[in-house]
């Protein structure tokens, strides 16, 4: 009786070992990445919501402490920035396109890179309006 389940057993582990090798890097799901930059400072995140209701598409970015919100209108002709929202990249607090700032998009497949400028203010001195240089290119 013990030798039928010693061979099941060597059966069952030479499958599981063969089909190791089966799936390839590309098989499993693409994570997604966000590069943020804000005058000069930079960082990537991994950390990424992506939503889509019909034509308007978020991208909510966690980069600690800092978040990033992009909201995209994704019209057929060509897709507009509706805003982007910096609170707290390296002391920054600013939007772009919501009556303040500019901002183009260029879309490469499922790769949003929106490039502009952000108006806001910073952490060490709130009373001040500053205009910030930014990129955000976003994997959704």
């Known amino acids: 009786m013990g030798q039928p389940l010693i061979t099941a057993a ?8 063969s089909c190791s090798g089966c799936f390839t890097q590309d ?5 997604k990445t966000a590069h ?4 000069n400072n930079s960082r990537t995140s991994h950390a990424i919501t992506c939503n889509q209701v019909n034509w308007l598409l978020t991208a909510n970015i966690s980069a600690a402490p800092a978040n990033v919100k992009v909201l995209l209108r994704l019209d057929s002709d060509k897709p507009t920035v509706e805003s982007v929202h910096f609170d707290n990249f390296a002391g920054f607090y600013g939007v772009s396109n919501a009556g303040a700032g500019d901002a183009k998009i260029r879309v490469v497949k499922d790769v ?3 490039t502009g400028n952000a108006t806001g ?16 290119e976003v994997g959704c």
């Open 27 to 31: 098989d499993k799901a693409a994570q």
């Open 112 to 114: 949003y890179t929106i």
């Open 10 to 17: 060597v059966s069952a582990a030479l499958v599981a070992a």
């Open 121 to 136: 203010t910073q952490l060490n001195d709130p009373r001040v309006s500053v205009t910030k240089p930014f990129s955000v």
């Open 36 to 39: 943020i930059t804000v005058d």
